[in-house]
């Protein structure tokens, strides 16, 4: 019994170092890309003698980021307030009509397609529209990250709600559990891995969206100091603040991906098994 108890925690202790060593490798090879480009790009820039007002050096876009900190950072938040308002509209109105769909096939059949063909038309045409509706405050800008995070969140939640087995409703339903047990208590389970994972896209999505809105009719946020720093042909600026964006995006997605360990941890630890069994 001890000698089991013993080969158990070695088994547990061998799958986590597995696991440590797949992360550093996850986070070295694309640390190790990103250097080996900023180098090349660098020296690139100092052979040729390329312009700074065509293609900055990262040592140009580096010296942007520290003379425009300020001026950055203060554009930088009205993008995020105005990500994060789409968001949780977005992401609330969709899991509302994925719980509908669920529960009544006429409404999925009814307006799904609705839903696809309001997500395929293109993002950059659907802002003026947005902006001649609602004006050109923050509305708008909300308006369009809600749209964009809508229709991610609509696909991963139906998929996951109806990925229950039919024998698992069966036996609830044997057992005489009502629709509100069944969905909290076997649909809701099953779907949060879905659910997280148009959580990690839309996030993303939003604050993309968020600064392509801003593209049009704004007065702050990082969309706005790229309009404004492509006008002024600002090419270090211009870069600077779109380090700043992809560094914005990749944050808001580490967040999604931190709140879904806590939030499901089966799910975290189903993967740590596959890959010590690996």
């Not at 000698?3 to 986070?27: E, F, M, N, P, Y």
């Not at 052979?47 to 930088?76: C, D, E, Q």
């Amino acid at each position: 019994m001890t000698s089991l108890s013993d080969s158990l925690r070695a088994l547990r202790r061998g799958g986590r170092r597995t696991s440590l060593r797949q992360r550093a490798v996850r986070i070295a090879l694309p640390t190790a890309v990103i250097v080996v480009i900023l180098l090349l790009w660098q020296a690139a820039c100092d052979v040729f003698h390329v312009a700074s007002y065509l293609i900055p050096s990262p040592a140009a876009i580096g010296k942007a980021l520290w003379t425009y900190r300020s001026m950055l950072a203060s554009n930088t938040l009205p993008t995020l307030e105005q990500a994060a308002a789409g968001f949780v509209i977005g992401n609330a109105v969709a899991l509302g009509l994925a719980i509908w769909f669920v529960h009544a096939r006429v409404a999925r059949q009814s307006l799904y397609p609705l839903a696809i063909v309001v997500q395929s038309m293109p993002l950059v045409a659907l802002a003026p529209i947005f902006v001649i509706a609602l004006g050109e405050g923050s509305s708008s800008k909300i308006a369009m990250t809600a749209l964009i995070s809508f229709f991610p969140m609509l696909v991963n939640a139906t998929r996951g709600f109806e990925a229950v087995d039919r024998p698992l409703i069966e036996l609830f339903q044997s057992v005489a559990a009502s629709r509100l047990d069944i969905f909290f208590k076997l649909r809701w389970r099953t779907a949060l891995p879905y659910i997280f994972i148009g959580f990690r896209l839309t996030a993303s999505l939003c604050v993309i969206g968020a600064i392509i809105a801003e593209w049009i009719g704004a007065s702050s946020g990082l969309g706005y100091v790229v309009i404004n720093s492509t006008y002024d042909f600002n090419a270090p600026q211009l870069w600077a603040s779109m380090v700043v964006s992809s560094v914005l995006v990749l944050c808001v997605f580490g967040l999604a991906g931190l709140v879904e360990r806590v939030a499901v941890p089966w799910q975290q630890r189903s993967s740590a098994d596959s890959a010590s069994r690996m």
